[in-house]
């Protein structure tokens, strides 16, 4: 079992950059593989970005790709999303999620763990 925590959230001016943090508990972090999502007032969860267990392959939705960057440092428990050129639209809460499965996978029913959210809002 995995207990993660997002940190990094907050205001930003449409075009600046924001960097998420979340950090898992427990000594398997190595063992998920780790994701971000987002969800806006009235929309459903999205997927966001994921990075395989040891980081050699990422994946991301085309609404982010070239912008956002996910990463993760298995010595520190974390996966980090850094955001640049953001925009009114990616505003929403953004969740980290763990999954024991090393695929592909933006179906949030495939993770298992999940985070309580941190809230990005891009004024215009």
């Known amino acids: 079992q995995v207990q993660l925590v997002e940190s990094g959230g907050g205001l930003v001016q449409a075009g600046g950059s924001l960097r998420l943090s979340c950090a898992a508990s427990g000594r398997t972090f190595s063992t998920y593989s780790m994701a971000w999502f987002r969800q806006a007032p009235g929309k459903e969860r999205e997927f966001v970005a994921q990075?395989?267990?040891?980081?050699?392959?990422?994946y991301y939705s085309d609404s982010v790709k070239g912008r956002f960057t996910i990463s993760r440092d298995n010595a520190k428990n974390t996966v980090y999303l850094q955001m640049n050129s953001l925009k009114p639209e990616d505003t929403a809460a953004y969740y980290c999620?763990?999954?024991?499965?090393?695929?592909?996978?933006?179906?949030?029913?495939?993770?298992?763990?999940w985070g309580q959210g941190t809230q990005v809002t891009v004024s215009s």
């Open positions: 990075i395989t267990r040891i980081g050699t392959r990422t």
């Open positions: 999620a763990a999954s024991g499965s090393n695929s592909y996978t933006g179906r949030a029913a495939e993770y298992a763990y």
